[in-house]
């Protein structure tokens, strides 16, 4: 292998001109030849350097809207032929092949233009770039002759390591073409991503049978889970909706593995609660404190009560547990909001918001120099998209839909006790979205609370259901929350009815869960027993 190797031709064509003015400059003044296409060349030669274009350099003029302009032995022979070899050298100076030492391409922007609303599948396609990948990966293969860049983020080193020697090391060559496989995999997976579902049907649609990922890391973590532990942050190329990974921050050091985890969990309840039953257009704000992945507290209210309300009742769910939370709101945080959430009694790792009053942004960043201010802008008029979720396992990957439909209180069966009541089905409806975001095996108790339904206990992560029923009943007193209000609601069924007695024995008036037990009739006695009111869903909540 050769170590340093010069660069003396350098092909550029790139969709994102940042920095490219500035390190074709450098590569000019230490006498590299410049080769350009199109939208590039016009760039360089408007800063006034000297460019010829790849077609007068291959002879072989641009066609097909430009479908084929690279695509040329002349391009390709000079990038691939390995410069040690005498029959590869023989035959590119036979043919007339100059060498290219340097790659510096970056690909049409499908990722940006499918992200347009109402994107045509033909423009789309327009947008799928074919001369670029095949430039860097014949570049990433000769790596040990050629250096290539797909990203302005590797300008700075490559130009400081130019600057000195006039070429590239062999150790920045193998780094760069390891990346640029990377690039070239990433932008091949974003394609089929948004493909497949368009092209195929059925289970191939959703799951096919080569899976690829189009993430893109966008910070590393200073550790994982533990200390021990190494961990990064990657974020979805093809996502939408609201992403605590596309968050702005506001304020506050950096987010940690744990923080953007919970904060991602928070987020995900909040919008949930505030679109309510799917309802486009609910007028409601939503929020929710996560402690350890798990709701500890969460509201939803009108509009019209303001962030005070829906981040004081969040937090009442379980004031102990909420201290050194993660609290996620769907509105814009008013300065009477922060003056509560600067009280003693509050302690907040992460704060996420749609937004924060000029004043309470400063309320909240005088409070402390370590919480985390994050601003996202929701929309809650839209029902989530049922995406995919990933989670790994030793030598493999579970892939599921996201759990988001929406409680369908219509569809619910009346199996016991008195009719709900207009108000108990509201409080059940935020109660399922809160017990689906909870650990299984999970009750979650909701109530109302003035003009706010919240979280009154949760009972999360049980191996067996009648702990679950305990624990929730045991936050709701230490809170003092009247379960006389109040709904649990139950991820799965009830496998016996000893469950649904410490429920009732409590004070709980309205029973919902899946049903599906072979002994639900014994909860429904119970019930009609102690006039209580039952509903079956028919939909399991499980999150494990």
């Not at 499908?110 to 001369?131: C, M, Q, Y």
């Not at 994982?224 to 050091?253: C, F």
């Not at 744990?258 to 987020?267: C, R, S």
Request: charged share 20%.
């Amino acid at each position: 292998m050769t170590d340093q190797w010069p660069i003396r031709r350098a092909l550029l064509s790139v969709s994102d001109k940042t920095g490219l003015v500035d390190l074709a400059r450098t590569l000019v003044q230490r006498g590299v030849e410049l080769l350009s296409t199109g939208g590039t060349a016009k760039a360089l030669k408007d800063a006034g350097l000297p460019v010829k274009l790849v077609e007068e350099h291959t002879g072989f003029p641009e066609m097909m809207d430009g479908r084929l302009k690279t695509l040329h032995p002349k391009v390709h022979g000079g990038l691939l032929a390995i410069r040690t070899d005498s029959a590869h050298t023989a035959a590119a100076e036979k043919h007339g092949i100059p060498p290219i030492d340097l790659v510096i391409v970056n690909l049409y922007p499908f990722r940006e233009t499918v992200a347009k609303p109402g994107v045509s599948l033909e423009h789309a396609v327009e947008n799928i770039d074919i001369g670029g990948p095949t430039m860097v990966r014949a570049a990433a293969k000769n790596h040990e002759f050629v250096a290539v860049l797909t990203s302005p983020g590797q300008y700075a080193a490559f130009a400081e390591q130019f600057s000195s020697s006039g070429g590239t090391t062999l150790v920045m060559r193998r780094r760069l073409a390891a990346e640029a496989f990377s690039h070239t995999g990433t932008y091949d997976a974003a394609i089929s991503s948004w493909l497949l579902p368009k092209f195929s049907e059925g289970t191939e649609a959703m799951f096919p049978r080569e899976l690829a990922l189009p993430f893109v890391r966008t910070q590393t973590a200073r550790y994982g889970e533990n200390p021990h532990q190494a961990a990064a942050i990657y974020a979805d190329a093809l996502a939408s909706g609201p992403s605590v990974v596309t968050a702005r921050q506001l304020h506050g050091k950096e987010l940690s593995y744990n923080n953007v985890n919970d904060a991602a969990a928070a987020l995900e309840l909040a919008v949930a609660l505030a679109a309510g039953s799917g309802a486009a257009g609910s007028g409601r704000i939503g929020a929710a404190v996560i402690k350890h992945a798990n709701p500890c507290g969460a509201a939803e209210v009108d509009a019209s009560a303001g962030t005070l309300l829906a981040c004081d009742r969040a937090i009442a769910g379980d004031p102990l547990a909420a201290y050194g939370g993660i609290l996620a709101c769907t509105g814009v945080i008013s300065v009477v909001a922060a003056e509560r959430l600067v009280q003693k009694d509050v302690f907040l790792e992460v704060l996420i918001a749609a937004g924060y009053e000029p004043v309470a942004l400063e309320i909240l960043k005088a409070r402390s120099a370590n919480i985390r201010l994050l601003e996202l802008p929701v929309d809650t008029s839209q029902p989530p998209k049922a995406s995919l979720t990933y989670r790994s396992i030793p030598g493999g990957l579970l892939v599921q839909q996201r759990d988001v439909l929406p409680p369908a209180p219509g569809t619910w069966e009346h199996k016991a006790g008195p009719a709900p009541s207009s108000s108990q089905l509201r409080v059940a409806c935020a109660t399922e979205v809160m017990v689906r975001a909870m650990s299984s095996n999970a009750i979650a108790i909701g109530g109302t609370d003035g003009e706010a339904v919240r979280l009154f206990g949760g009972g999360v992560g049980q191996v067996d259901r009648v702990t679950a029923c305990r624990l929730a009943v045991e936050k709701c007193k230490a809170t003092k929350a009247d379960l006389g209000l109040g709904v649990a609601v139950s991820d799965a069924f009830f496998p016996f009815s000893d469950g649904p007695e410490i429920l009732i024995a409590a004070g709980v008036k309205m029973l919902v869960h899946p049903g599906g037990s072979k002994r639900d009739a014994d909860t429904f006695a119970l019930c009609d027993k102690h006039g209580v009111t039952c509903m079956v869903t028919g939909t399991r909540r499980f999150r494990h």
